[in-house]
DNA sequence: CGCCACTAGTAGACAAGTCCCCTAGGAGAT
DNA sequence: ATCTCCTAGGGGACTTGTCTACTAGTGGCG
């Protein structure tokens, strides 16, 4: 559900193929939703099954056939519909903290290694974020909400190395 | 495989009913992971089946019987080489900064209610989450590991209330 | 010429998770 | 006396998501 949506609010930004949206979900929105090729398609087919967009076969010169998808007057009104809605419940699953949880189990090299590798890839996706951040103009309201929604992953993530910071050292 | 590996865990610490596991899934593991109970009750079987955990029926005196599982010695080791695995990716996901990604679709208003009710659950989770701390004790490294991940749950929380307050003053 | 990377899309198997339904006994409230 | 809640344990349908592998065309590199 909520992947479908997702879908036709970037197709109510421009009409893109499944192959467009993916590389949407590995950088713009990737910071709060991922999603596999395999059901971007899907959804997408689902999409078109259930009128909320529509395709077009754009012949690809001297490139593979483009299946365009754009969205329908219906596809909006499910999108402003989903957007008034309320909220999904919220899954926190975490398999890290799960680890931490238990981590008496695990001697003191293990331990230092687990949140040694937390910290990289903490600060591997700080950085990310970061770039995109400076790379970032916020002409409109739209561009201010979406820079918005990368300040809470920036906010989240230097609030997880200041915790590993603090567990390492109570550790110490 | 995590749930599964959370369910040893907890196994660990004692012998338990899917009836058990289900209320630790809705208190003391429920800041980093949830579980629903037809869920719980089938990983509990794969786990016997697996023979990482077995069963014994004690006659419920005045109540129902209770299936008891207790972690094998297999089941200890497929929990220490889980301990030490690598992390599994991490997903994101997070149906509300979706919404506000999308939120200049959104009035004025449904934007507020949005951005209010976060601050609901969240004020409401984070009220939780210090009663929880206020209650609990550290006597041993243990203990103080499993008060770590529910600091790491009210940092969060923290952080998040702030972005929030922030969204909110930016758009005023 | 062969190899690799990129664009574009598809198929199938599986794993994981949710939702709604059910049985049953006992305890306490109305 | 009936109703509802709590403990305890399921079943089955369904949705969602992941992984692997495959087709097919283009362009660049050595």
């Given at each position: ?61 001297g490139a593979p056939d483009r299946q365009e998808h754009r969205i329908t007057a219906a596809g909006r009104a ?83 190395l200041a915790w590993l910071d603090a567990v390492e050292e109570e550790l110490a």
């Amino acid at each position: 559900m909520v992947l479908s949506r997702i879908i036709l609010g970037l197709l109510a930004i421009a009409p893109m193929t499944g192959y467009d949206l993916k590389r949407h979900f590995d950088s713009t929105v990737g910071h709060f939703w991922s999603a596999d090729k395999a059901q971007i398609y899907r959804t997408l087919a689902q999409l078109v099954a259930d009128g909320l967009a529509e395709v077009e076969t754009v012949a690809g010169a001297g490139a593979p056939d483009r299946q365009e998808h754009r969205i329908t007057a219906a596809g909006r009104a499910a999108l402003a519909a989903w957007l008034e809605s309320a909220p999904e419940r919220q899954v926190e699953r975490d398999p890290f903290l799960a680890r931490v949880f238990f981590g008496a189990d695990l001697d003191d090299d293990g331990f230092r290694a687990l949140i040694a590798g937390r910290r990289e890839t903490t600060s591997a996706r700080l950085a990310g974020f970061e770039r995109l951040r400076a790379e970032a103009d916020a002409p409109d309201r739209a561009a201010r909400l979406r820079l918005a929604t990368l300040d809470n992953g920036i906010a989240h993530l230097r609030t997880e190395l200041a915790w590993l910071d603090a567990v390492e050292e109570e550790l110490a």
